[in-house]
């Protein structure tokens, strides 16, 4: 192979690194699946692969806990909980605009529009909120609901409290 061949084939891998990694602009919940390309037990590099090494991190949670966020303070985003270095929930935080769940559900519906396109949810009150959840074998799905309407996903270990 050429001098000029192998520097063109160095320059299309490195155009090829991971410089899509980042908060994807329009979030999806995939119920018991994922939420914004993350699903649960995937590792802490998995999770830097995909949305980047740019976050915040709690100093006060009970679990390590990352913010990736559009812009630094901005509070719209995504929030990573790993137990020993995977993923054991990621959540939204503070309804980024352009996420969506099942057949069109966006951040901002009602709750009676939750309801019909999720199907049936056991509702959890917590302190402020109440988190309509649905279990499957493995993963809890959470719809968020502050003054009736829906303002994040939730994607928890299965039974896991979803009073975050």
């Not at 917590?126 to 994040?152: E, F, M, N």
């Amino acid at each position: 192979m050429s001098r000029l061949a192998l520097c063109a084939a160095l320059a299309i891998l490195a155009a090829a690194t991971p410089a899509s990694a980042g908060l994807p602009r329009t979030g999806v919940l995939v119920p018991g699946r994922s939420l914004g390309g993350v699903h649960l037990g995937e590792t802490s590099a998995e999770v830097g692969a995909a949305l980047g090494r740019a976050h915040g991190v709690c100093r006060g949670c009970a679990v390590p806990t990352w913010y990736f966020t559009y812009k630094p303070y901005d509070a719209h985003g995504l929030a990573v909980e790993l137990t020993d270095g995977r993923v054991s929930a990621v959540y939204t935080l503070w309804e980024p605009a352009g996420w969506n769940g099942p057949r069109g559900l966006v951040l901002g519906a009602d709750e009676a529009q939750v309801t019909s396109v999720a199907g049936p949810l056991l509702p959890v009150t917590c302190t402020g909120y109440t988190a309509l959840v649905r279990d499957s074998p493995h993963a809890r799905t959470v719809y968020y609901i502050s003054a009736g309407q829906l303002w994040a996903f939730g994607l928890l270990q299965r039974h896991a409290d979803p009073c975050r």
